[in-house]
């Protein structure tokens, strides 16, 4: 590996270009003599994406990218390209599109005893070495992201390493502070700018496999104590960051910024993950960022962000984000990502002075080979991406993981679940979102063009009558919003049986205004033909939920769209204890007739002895069905069929749950519906 990383230093050595940049990234490294950078605009341009402009963002503002998968994709055959179509090398792409920091994790022995990797880049030091050498080729600094593991280590796990296994606590900052410091000499002699090292990912859990924050405190301070000889040594000026994530939670998130104090841990940066569509408000964003940076004196930045251009699946493993995730606010389109990029860059720098950054998270983790399950060759694709992921590396975790790691990636190893976040299409062009990074402090200039019709959702009730809009809101490429006359499909519409439940697609179009004349744009709407839900407040989203009978222990109404069926709200449950609790309304007034009573469930950890129900009681007969919850929104549906309703017009219909203690889970969309 030495004899390897000198050749291609000292083709680095004979790079004679050298560009002064708005970044100022010319500084040399041991290896890196001259560095090849580029200028950013100094005022708007004409592009193919809306970028409005960040006002007051400093020109040293981290413009980042995490790649840590690029050479395992490289090696699995993945091809990237430049804007005009031609083989380029994908580090000199992001340079010209404005990043100037680079992040890679670093897993300690990423590998079984044979040798096999486990997958999800096989990320260890050597590799962070020769990512961070190629960066420094074009003026890019590197982020260190330790996770102190040899796998994955986030909110779910944060693992020993197999190497630590068995040690006492002083043994394992030891081992910790000498691994920081040797990998840390390993990356920087290669030729890495190495300016940024975190201490760990994502660490509310825990670190290296302890919980304990006293425990927690002498790893950290260990970890920065190896960061400053190190800063010291080299020369290099570092900055240590500690990672946490769940910034939604604001008094969770404040708690650990107070115990980093309590703990006197030395460190520069207060990182979150930021995921839009897990982690609340961009308002809240800047509100909690800008509430640590004041009382703490600390910097503040987002080392993890994405967003979804598309809902498609291009490599045949599962995407982690799909339809159901998509904000209103960002359709799933190059656009879309633009703008929620953008704004959490805004977010941050909103902060002011001590907001000094953003890294977008595996931009470049696109397919081996696109995988289009209608093709002829399917199979074949498949089989080739498998045969990739499991001895390149480039799924995000291979079965020889499974020793390591066998209740998450010992059984669902596979692919890339990002590709439909990537800033590279599926073949490895650039996305046009990836110029983001180049405009966020002048902005663009383009055609105003409608961008993406806000959804339609069209609810009938049995045998009502299907209603259209004629006047549809658009919005624009530039983020004006706008109504335009919509042209509905009349066979499509006459088509809809009311008589009956079911949802119909119907399309339309409206007509847009563009220098060479009108384009159609197409619109489409979902009718859906539904039952009168006969529960009042029945997914919770209204404030007064009095109509709610909630008793027993262990309960909240949780603010979180993730952990949510539908809406931000839903019914929450967890506590150190066993849980015990009923949830139930009332109705009366009811026609007699028969009804049907279900809602939606999920969670997990509830133990073997959980007992849970739905229930509906009509005064005479209890009637119960049996449920349960098998992890993280994996919606179950438990329904009380042909509930009879007398004269007297009153049911009364709920849920039951009981758990061991640390169970969790959240309850939703309650429905009543007459049948008969």
């Not at 409608?450 to 009558?465: A, F, R, S, T, Y």
């Not at 744009?521 to 009042?536: D, F, I, P, S, Y």
């Not at 919850?629 to 009364?652: H, Y």
Request: proline share 3%; net charge negative.
């Amino acid at each position: 590996m030495k004899r390897k990383l000198q050749k291609y230093m000292a083709l680095i050595m004979a790079v004679s270009m050298n560009v002064l940049t708005a970044c100022g990234s010319t500084e040399e490294t041991e290896n890196v003599t001259e560095v090849i950078t580029y200028e950013l605009p100094t005022e708007a341009e004409e592009a193919e994406v809306y970028v409005e402009p960040i006002e007051n963002l400093s020109e040293d503002f981290v413009r980042g990218v995490d790649i840590s998968s690029i050479l395992v994709e490289e090696e699995s055959g993945v091809v990237y390209y430049n804007e005009a179509g031609e083989k380029q090398d994908i580090f000199q792409t992001l340079a010209e599109n404005g990043v100037n920091y680079i992040r890679v994790r670093v897993w300690n022995d990423p590998y079984d005893a044979d040798g096999n990797g486990y997958g999800g880049g096989n990320n260890d030091a050597a590799k962070a070495a020769e990512i961070g050498a190629r960066a420094a080729k074009y003026g890019m600094k590197l982020c260190v992201d330790f996770h102190y593991s040899d796998f994955w280590a986030d909110p779910a796990k944060q693992q020993c390493p197999k190497a630590w296994e068995g040690m006492e606590i002083e043994e394992k900052s030891e081992a910790l502070y000498q691994y920081t410091k040797e990998s840390l000499t390993q990356i920087i002699d290669a030729g890495a700018m190495v300016g940024m090292v975190q201490l760990g990912n994502e660490i509310n859990p825990g670190m290296s496999g302890e919980t304990d924050w006293t425990k927690k405190r002498q790893l950290l301070q260990a970890g920065s104590k190896a960061v400053r000889e190190i800063e010291e040594e080299k020369g290099q000026d570092i900055q240590i960051a500690i990672h946490f994530t769940s910034v939604d939670d604001k008094n969770g998130t404040y708690n650990n910024a107070q115990k980093l104090q309590d703990k006197e841990i030395d460190y520069d940066i207060f990182a979150v993950s930021y995921y839009p569509f897990w982690h609340g408000t961009k308002e809240n964003l800047t509100e909690v960022l800008k509430t640590v940076a004041e009382n703490y004196d600390k910097k503040v930045m987002v080392v993890e962000n994405s967003y979804a251009y598309t809902t498609s699946d291009g490599d045949g493993s599962g995407n982690s984000i799909g339809e159901e995730d998509i904000l209103p606010e960002y359709p799933a389109s190059v656009q879309g990502q633009v703008n929620e990029i953008r704004d959490v860059c805004a977010a941050v720098a909103a902060v002011g002075e001590a907001g000094v950054g953003y890294f977008y998270w595996e931009p470049a983790w696109i397919p081996v080979n696109v995988y289009e399950e209608s093709a002829e060759d399917a199979a074949q694709v498949l089989a080739a991406n498998k045969d990739a992921w499991e001895n390149k590396g480039s799924g995000w975790a291979s079965s020889y993981a499974a020793a390591y790691d066998p209740k998450d990636a010992g059984q669902y190893y596979g692919g890339s679940s990002w590709d439909n976040q990537a800033l590279f299409d599926f073949e490895g062009h650039p996305l046009a979102s990836l110029k983001v990074f180049k405009y966020l402090q002048c902005g663009t200039i383009v055609e105003k063009v409608i961008d993406h019709v806000q959804p339609l959702e069209i609810n009938v009730d049995l045998d009502g009558e299907v209603v259209l809009p004629d006047m549809v809101e658009v919005v624009c490429n530039d983020r004006s919003v706008e109504e335009h006359a919509v042209f509905w499909d009349e066979e499509a519409l006459a088509a809809i049986d009311t008589s009956k439940d079911g949802a119909y697609e119907v399309k339309g179009f409206m007509l847009q205004e563009v220098e060479d004349g009108q384009m159609e744009v197409e619109v489409q709407a979902t009718v859906k033909v539904c039952r009168q839900n006969l529960l009042a407040n029945s997914s919770f989203e209204e404030s007064d939920t009095s109509m709610w009978l909630v008793e027993g222990n262990g309960t909240d109404y949780q603010n979180k769209a993730a952990d949510a069926h539908s809406g931000d709200i839903s019914l929450h449950f967890w506590s150190n204890d066993a849980v015990t609790f009923t949830v139930e309304q009332k109705v009366t007034g009811l026609e007699p007739g028969t009804y049907e009573f279900g809602f939606y469930i999920q969670g997990g950890d509830v133990g073997e002895d959980a007992q849970m129900f739905a229930y509906a009681d009509n005064g005479k007969d209890n009637l119960q069905t049996v449920t349960g919850v098998d992890g993280w929104v994996n919606w179950q549906n438990p329904v009380v069929p042909d509930i009879t309703v007398g004269e007297d017009g009153a049911l009364t219909v709920g849920a039951s749950i009981s758990c061991a203690a640390k169970g969790w889970g959240t309850l939703d969309d309650f429905y009543l519906y007459k049948i008969d």
